[in-house]
């Protein structure tokens, strides 16, 4: 917890429950996340992960005109559903997971009028 503010410690802290808080330290760590983007997911009503996906999508502005805020929270929510349900910890199968769930993101991006590319 050295890495990050002590700031984003309190936040995570008063914030996260337990069982998720050291993943949370980690992608802060590896992307930066700020406390900024935790009060961002919070006035948007989405999780970290929500989150994540949520801004992947704003930034392609075509997407954000297309389909408007809602909308993309909505996809940032049950793209989240989708990797959870099929997220797997057997590393034998660790490529055909992985191939299954690029074919249900992308299933879900084509659903609301979206390109994977």
Same mark, same amino acid.
């Given at each position: ?64 005109? =297309?389909?408007? %805020?809602? /909308?993309? &929270? *909505?996809? $940032? @929510? ?8 099929? =997220?797997?910890? %057997?590393? /034998?199968? &660790? *490529?055909? $997971? @992985? ?19």
């Amino acid at each position: 917890m050295a890495s990050i503010p002590w700031g984003h410690n309190v936040v995570l802290l008063e914030k996260v429950n337990p069982a998720e808080r050291i993943w949370y330290i980690q992608q802060t760590i590896e992307h930066g996340w700020s406390r900024e983007a935790h009060r961002r997911g919070e006035k948007l009503e989405l999780s970290e992960e929500e989150l994540a996906f949520y801004e992947a999508l704003a930034a392609n502005d075509s997407a954000v005109k =297309v389909l408007g %805020d809602e /909308t993309l &929270r *909505e996809l $940032a @929510r049950e793209l989240v559903k989708t990797v959870r349900q099929n =997220v797997t910890i %057997d590393w /034998t199968v &660790r *490529e055909s $997971a @992985r191939a299954k769930l690029r074919v249900m993101v992308k299933r879900l991006l084509r659903k609301y009028g979206l390109s994977a590319g």
